[in-house]
């Protein structure tokens, strides 16, 4: 299990960006980003927020054990407007992106 510091420091490798850069990204300088990275001090939930947005995951990715490292911010507010839908019309969006998935897998299996 990684901890928050080891979570940061994966995916700013993910995407090829140096603890400056992140640091400016985020408001903070490289030194600071590498002492979250070893565990040395924690962010403010703020900064943290600011972590996940700059490396392209989300902030449940960073502070809990969840796999779930990019998850679309976009889905996730449909997603969360979604609970606030009666259990029939979510129950037509589940069919329709069902459709779309077996369609999507219909096609890489032809390609």
């Not at 403010?44 to 679309?72: G, W």
Request: aromatic letters at 8%; zero cysteines.
């Amino acid at each position: 299990m990684m901890t928050f510091g080891q979570r940061i420091t994966y995916a700013r490798k993910q995407i090829k960006m140096t603890q400056a850069d992140l640091g400016k990204e985020v408001g903070t300088s490289g030194d600071i980003i590498g002492k979250y990275e070893r565990d040395e001090i924690k962010p403010s939930i703020d900064t943290a927020a600011k972590i996940a947005d700059a490396l392209k995951v989300t902030l449940d990715f960073l502070v809990k054990n969840t796999e779930y490292q990019n998850i679309d911010n976009d889905a996730l507010k449909r997603l969360k407007l979604m609970e606030k839908l009666s259990p029939e019309d979510k129950s037509h969006i589940f069919a329709l992106m069902d459709a779309f998935f077996a369609k999507s897998k219909l096609k890489i299996l032809m390609d």
